[in-house]
């Protein structure tokens, strides 16, 4: 079997592949990705028979899947592709109706790169997608980045800086808590939170407190969470506490930007939608 014809991501075309086996659905989603990204190639096929083979006779440089597919569901098909990659970044964005489910339960696949909920969109999903492969730095925001290494936060800070992001940072959850209690601008659209902090309180004491006793949504502050942890349980207790997303360390920096910027301009969209009610 030979090796899955990968180039690097700084083309000025980059080449997207979407699977799914409704023929109504890719038509949606080519429309949707043809004017959010008027210069990529997009490629479409209904099934994972056919993506593997366009993986191994063309250039991607990133591919969406819906999770079940007429052969194969989209695991099997994220493995296949990312076992045969010849290059460390190549997203894979597979597409659930049960994300969150599949979230609290930690039943993700390793080979894929970030599981969608279907039900948040298509308008949504061309915008996730285009994250990936070039991230709006328009969507602004401020970061409320909470982590104890000074020497892991300055790299950390300037990773967020470059793409546009404003960063308050702080070494603990108490620091934090005080300062959403000052309300002083600028306040932060986001928090960026390590688990475990100097000072008496950890990342799920501050999901918690936010979640429960203050009884702030994931839409209105949403929290992404950093950890190394691999144990499925301890990231599936951070979900149900209520984190919006969890980023694995030691941190790559266009994946935590990427989620970062969705959350925020998903957050963007609210209230944009709200101004207009």
């Not at 593997?52 to 994220?78: C, F, N, R, T, W």
């Not at 950093?226 to 506490?241: A, H, V």
């Amino acid at each position: 079997m030979s090796a899955l014809a990968f180039l690097p991501l700084d083309l000025q075309h980059p080449h997207l592949v979407i699977v799914d086996g409704s023929k109504m659905v890719r038509k949606v989603l080519l429309g949707m990705m043809g004017r959010t990204l008027p210069d990529a190639v997009i490629s479409e096929c209904e099934n994972g028979a056919q993506a593997k083979a366009l993986l191994l006779s063309q250039p991607v440089h990133l591919m969406v899947s819906s999770l079940v597919l007429p052969d194969m569901d989209g695991d099997e098909l994220a493995a296949f592709a990312r076992e045969q990659s010849t290059q460390s970044y190549f997203p894979i964005i597979v597409v659930s109706a049960d994300v969150q489910a599949r979230l609290e339960q930690r039943s993700l696949s390793p080979h894929v790169t970030d599981y969608f909920d279907k039900t948040w969109g298509m308008e949504a999903l061309a915008a996730f997608i285009k994250g990936y492969i070039a991230p709006d730095e328009e969507v602004g925001g401020e970061v409320l980045y909470i982590e104890d290494s000074r020497v892991v936060a300055a790299a950390t800070s300037r990773m967020m800086k470059k793409h546009g992001l404003g960063v308050q940072h702080v070494v603990s959850v108490e620091d934090a808590l005080a300062l959403l209690d000052r309300a002083e601008p600028p306040l932060p659209d986001i928090v960026l939170s390590d688990v475990y902090l100097k000072g008496d309180l950890t990342g799920m004491d501050l999901l918690k407190i936010l979640r429960d006793e203050r009884h702030i949504n994931k839409k209105d502050l949403p929290v992404v969470v950093m950890t190394g942890d691999s144990d499925p349980r301890n990231q599936q207790q951070l979900i149900q506490l209520g984190a919006n997303d969890l980023v694995q360390k030691p941190i790559e920096e266009r994946l935590l930007v990427t989620k970062l910027l969705f959350q925020l301009r998903m957050g963007n969209n609210k209230n944009r939608r709200t101004a207009r009610e």
